[in-house]
């Protein structure tokens, strides 16, 4: 027997568990965080404080304030760098994640920040396939759907899942 057939096991033994001890990238449960996403578009304080920053920062204005930075804890492990694309009348911000809601992995937040026009919305996009969503969410959905407050114009927010372009849950507060 060559030396070379007995390195090669040893070889591919020692690969096989340098690649098990190299770090993955961070899966963290988005719930608590994103808590109210899928029942009527709530938003935790932390997720509110957040996305202020964002706004801060991809839609600048003059008689706006930089919010202070937020601890976003645990989950800032699975938040990537956030990216604006100008759009127009509005702002687009992905944000790219790497974990889950509702056991259900995700892939990215893609924000809509109107510039003085009242856009405002956004959606979470899954890394999931439209049946795994549709179990885990439609119910949700529909009952979140009802749950979304009107102003006095019956003006509100609505909410649903996205099949088209994407496999999404979205929120649009647009007026």
């Not at 040893?10 to 994103?34: K, M, R, S």
């Not at 990215?108 to 969410?137: D, Q």
Request: charged fraction near 20%; proline fraction near 6%; include cysteine.
């Amino acid at each position: 027997m060559s030396r070379r057939f007995v390195r090669s096991p040893v070889l591919f033994a020692f690969a096989l568990l340098a690649g098990a001890t190299t770090p993955a990238a961070a899966q963290v449960a988005f719930d608590g965080f994103l808590a109210g996403l899928d029942a009527g578009c709530t938003r935790t304080p932390v997720f509110q404080a957040w996305q202020d920053g964002l706004v801060a920062r991809h839609v600048p204005a003059n008689d706006r304030e930089t919010p202070p930075p937020v601890d976003l804890g645990a989950v800032a492990a699975g938040i990537g760098e956030a990216r604006g694309v100008d759009k127009g009348e509005y702002v687009e911000v992905t944000v790219p994640l790497a974990g889950t809601f509702g056991g259900v992995p995700v892939r990215r937040l893609v924000f809509s920040f109107g510039k003085e026009n009242g856009i405002y919305g956004y959606a979470l996009e899954f890394a999931a396939t439209r049946p795994v969503v549709e179990k885990a969410f439609r119910a949700k959905v529909r009952r979140s759907a009802a749950a979304i407050p009107k102003d006095e114009e019956g003006m509100g927010g609505s909410t649903g899942l996205d099949f088209d372009r994407r496999v999404a849950l979205w929120c649009d507060f647009s007026n």
